[in-house]
Nanobody
């Protein structure tokens, strides 16, 4: 299984970035994808998630600024991040929830750094 994430980088406060992630080489069905982030000294937290049915969930801190979207057929997920703030600085991890053979679990990507300068 591979989760290939891209799109991180350095941006000034108020700027935008778009993260992308694709799942490949899985034998299981993917029924939801999302993004988590982890800042230095903090726990990993959910940023946004989307189900195959299109239901979305956002952290309160990003509502109105970030938009998650997905392509079910290609097992891809995107995170459009606008009006970025220095507190959004973190390593962002792609997550995919798989289900099959009577079980379920999580796939994780390698993480992509997002740095927002003030």
């Amino acid at each position: 299984v591979q989760l290939q994430a891209s799109g991180g980088g350095l941006v000034q406060a108020g700027g935008s970035l778009r993260l992308s992630c694709a799942v490949s080489r899985t034998i299981f069905s993917i029924n939801g994808m999302g993004w988590y982030r982890q800042a230095p000294g903090k726990q990993r937290e959910l940023v946004a998630a989307i189900t195959n049915g299109g239901t979305t969930n956002y952290a309160d801190s990003v509502k109105g600024r970030f938009t998650i979207s997905g392509d079910n057929a290609k097992n891809k997920v995107y995170l459009q991040m606008n009006s970025l703030k220095p507190e959004d600085t973190a390593v962002y991890y792609c997550n995919a929830k798989w289900v099959g053979m009577g079980s379920r679990g999580d796939y994780w990507g390698q993480g992509t750094q997002v740095t927002v300068s003030s």
